[in-house]
């Protein structure tokens, strides 16, 4: 029996790609708010919060060994079923240690559903269409993110609905798309199988390396920026969706066509313009004092997430197509390894001075740029970087 068009691996990512946000962003939304205004966070309580919502994607190398039990496909759709009931738990336990158990919860269904859903759209696509699609995935997260919070915009200002109920709503929609996804779609096979061993190779240290200062990066925004509006400038959990909405309009708009500039570009001129831009982005995170200047870096600082897809086509493009379902995991841990360490850490110096925080941010960047210039201009299996060359010939963990 021939299958309907649309049953495909890409309208299969793409539903994939429609039901994470609903959960993850109605409680990133949310979060910065629940926890001053319900639990009475401070720096510490939230960096520490962070740090144990990281741990689950420090071990996300575990993800070769759960594939010895079930198929990637399935894996996925159970780790966003968890996903989802992580976040329908959380406003029902507005207390320290019960964030932290909710947001261990949903942490791993999150960590687990984004190494398995890049090891799966990197098998299904072609190196040629990764770029474009990768893109046109980022651009359908972001307009589901848009309605999302737009949605928590109405029902917070004008039904005034409760925390719990927000973060209930969002978390069940998404069990409901993972039970949607499993029952609708069969099995797509990978065009190589996958080793089903943990796979690190000398070969991929530079990709590595970049992951790693990701990793220490990105946790610097998600954390303490937003951090940054709530207890520096008053912010409400309102005016920080109304920010949201902004960043996920841009992305809506132009996160294909990032893709396909990837695809034209290459990947380290890409990679030259994010880190750039956020060496400029961080440094002015701080000195700033004005909540309208904050508001605009907070935008702009998210309008060079769409350049992560380089990182990805990097990878593709010089990996072993078997490495791929392994390689995902293991990049997953090597980024959190700074992701677990940095909120805490730097939940400790926020309280003496959130300036250091984001100049630390500066100083992940410039490492970033740096590592940037050694991509090469063709990536490929045995041109993995222009300096330090390692032989095709090796052995793996």
């Not at 071990?59 to 010895?68: E, G, K, P, W």
């Not at 990764?130 to 919070?149: E, F, H, I, Q, W």
């Not at 998404?174 to 061993?197: D, M, R, Y």
């Not at 313009?273 to 200047?293: K, Q, T």
Request: charged share 10%; aromatic share 16%.
């Amino acid at each position: 029996m021939v299958e309907p068009r649309w049953r495909s691996p890409v309208t299969l990512l793409i539903l994939m790609s429609v039901a994470m946000p609903i959960a993850f962003n109605t409680w990133n939304a949310l979060l910065n708010n629940f926890v001053v205004e319900r639990a009475a966070f401070t720096g510490l309580e939230i960096g520490v919060l962070q740090s144990l919502r990281e741990v689950p994607g420090f071990v996300a190398f575990t993800t070769v060994f759960i594939l010895l039990l079930i198929r990637e496909q399935t894996f996925a759709v159970f780790s966003l079923a968890l996903l989802g009931a992580g976040v329908a738990a959380t406003g029902f336990f507005p207390s320290v240690y019960g964030l932290y158990f909710t947001t261990v919860i949903m942490s791993f269904g999150f960590h687990y559903f984004e190494a398995v859903k890049q090891s799966l759209s990197l098998q299904w696509l072609s190196k040629e269409e990764a770029p474009r699609v990768l893109g046109k995935l980022v651009s359908v997260a972001a307009v589901t993110s848009l309605v999302v919070y737009g949605m928590l915009w109405v029902f917070l200002e004008i039904f005034e609905i409760d925390y719990l109920w927000n973060f209930f709503i969002g978390g069940a929609v998404c069990i409901l798309l993972a039970v949607v996804v499993w029952l609708g779609f069969p099995h797509f096979p990978g065009k190589t199988e996958q080793h089903s061993h943990i796979v690190l190779r000398k070969r991929y240290w530079l990709y590595y390396a970049l992951i790693f200062f990701s990793g220490a990066r990105r946790q610097i925004f998600m954390v303490f920026a937003a951090f940054l509006m709530v207890e520096k400038f008053g912010y409400s959990a309102a005016q920080l969706t109304l920010l949201f909405l902004i960043n996920y309009a841009f992305n809506w708009l132009f996160a294909e066509k990032i893709g396909v500039l990837i695809g034209r570009i290459g990947e380290r001129a890409a990679l030259t313009i994010e880190y750039a831009g956020l060496i400029v982005i961080f440094s002015a995170y701080a000195f700033v004092n004005d909540p309208y200047i904050a508001a605009g870096l907070y935008v702009v600082d998210h309008m060079f997430f769409a350049l992560y897809i380089a990182m990805s086509t990097y990878f593709q493009k010089i990996a072993d197509p078997a490495d791929l379902a392994s390689s995902a995991g293991v990049s997953f841990t090597i980024n959190h390894i700074a992701a677990v360490i940095v909120p805490a850490a730097l939940g400790l110096v926020w309280v003496s001075s959130s300036m250091a925080v984001f100049l630390i941010g500066t100083a992940f960047a410039v490492c970033s740029l740096l590592l940037a210039q050694n991509v090469p201009n063709r990536p490929a299996p045995g041109n993995e970087v222009r300096l330090g060359k390692i032989s095709l010939v090796e052995n793996s963990i």
